[in-house]
């Protein structure tokens, strides 16, 4: 077997294509993070200004039986990442081809992070579990036999959870409003203003998951870029900014489950747009991202930023949502997602889905 660093259209072709021939037949799998994966690799963008992103294919003879991209980004400096990988089962040791090309291109790095594309903002993990039903939207679905060729590596487990709506929100409302705080004002973004909006989004950003694992500090055009494309199914109240004295100080990202939309392995499209926009009801919601400034933590604007969801989502009519994902390490935001599912159910929840990435010794 060996590495082929892809260099021409034709390759670029069967770096893509690998995912078709991987995912033949399955049902579940869905390609809706295709556009963030073709913003990656073929560029260009603005995460190419920091980053090296080199796409392989691995063959076996003149069969192709995978593919990986490597990326160096200045911003994890630490790291050489393996992204977007592919492969199908029972190939031998990948991983010892992969840090052999990889110690080529970058004998300078010594750790190594395999599913990371990129950033934390684009999508990490292989799936764990729940192999037999479709991914939610911006959480990733990859095959069984994918952590068997990482094995020696340290696997850092990541979790999602989920829960019913009805529960939670009469759970809520129970606690009537927010405590006020003076100067603080929870809004809904401005779509006509997304440049400006998603900048205050990257500024809280880098802001609230400084030590989050594998974070790197974001430019305001990477976020925009990644927003943009996304535009025709985003409305203003799937970003709620926090502000206090006019300056950003925490953000409620969430949006439907998009992958409703799409019942085959396409990523989206116009008309899965048009069904949307003209009322297709969506079961469940990913709850994103929620940050607030380290320094206000603990005052009112996290749950101010939650309260401000509720009328929405009632109207929305979801039955479930699903929040995720969160590293095993993250004690206390386990702690907190846990204790609120359980006051507002009365049930102590397990992880809905588990995921991994691999990191160690280049």
């Known amino acids: 077997m060996k590495c082929e660093a892809v260099d021409n259209k034709y390759g670029l072709k069967t770096f893509y294509d690998i995912a078709h021939r991987v995912y033949r037949g399955n049902k579940n799998y869905r390609g809706t993070e295709r556009s963030i994966e073709h913003l990656l690799i073929k560029g260009p963008s603005a995460y190419h200004s920091h980053s090296e992103v080199l796409p392989y294919i691995i063959r076996d ?49 010594k750790k190594i992070v395999v599913g990371l594309n990129g950033h934390l903002n684009y999508g990490a993990g292989f799936l764990l579990n729940r192999f037999d039903e479709p991914p939610l939207f911006g959480l990733p679905y990859t095959m069984p036999h994918y952590p068997s060729y990482f094995s020696e590596l ?44 998603s900048s205050i989004y990257t500024f809280l950003n880098n802001r609230a998951f400084a030590s989050h694992p594998f974070w790197a500090d974001r430019e305001d055009k990477e976020d925009h870029e990644l927003f943009y494309p996304f535009r025709f199914l985003l409305r203003n109240e799937n970003l709620i900014l926090a502000e206090l004295n006019g300056k950003p100080a925490g953000f409620f990202l969430w949006y439907p489950d998009f992958n409703e939309l799409v019942t085959s392995q396409r990523d989206l499209n116009f008309w899965d747009v048009l069904k949307f926009r003209t009322g ?83």
């Not at 990541?158 to 809004?187: C, D, H, T």
């Not at 929620?290 to 009632?314: A, D, N």
Request: glycine fraction near 6%.
């Open 61 to 109: 003879g003149n069969d192709t039986i995978g593919r990986f991209a490597m990326i160096r980004d200045k911003n994890l400096h630490d790291y050489l990442q393996v992204s977007f990988f592919e492969a199908l089962p029972e190939q031998g040791n990948l991983l010892d081809l992969i840090r052999n090309e990889a110690r080529k291109r970058f004998p300078d790095l």
């Open 154 to 197: 340290n696997q850092r487990r990541m979790f999602s959870f989920r829960f019913r709506m009805e529960e939670y929100i009469r759970w809520a409302e129970s606690y009537g409003p927010p405590k006020k705080m003076n100067g603080l004002e929870v809004r809904f973004m401005d779509k006509k203003q997304l440049t400006r909006e």
């Open 280 to 362: 297709k009801r969506i079961k469940v919601f990913r709850f994103t991202e929620i940050g607030v400034l380290p320094e206000l933590q603990k005052s009112p604007v996290g749950f101010s930023l939650l309260m401000k969801s509720i009328p929405v989502f009632k109207r929305c009519g979801f039955e479930y949502c699903e929040g995720g994902f969160i590293f095993e390490e993250n004690k206390s935001s386990i702690a907190l997602v846990t204790r609120m599912i359980h006051r507002s159910t009365g049930i102590k929840p397990l992880p809905y889905r588990s995921y991994a990435v691999y990191d160690g010794k280049l």
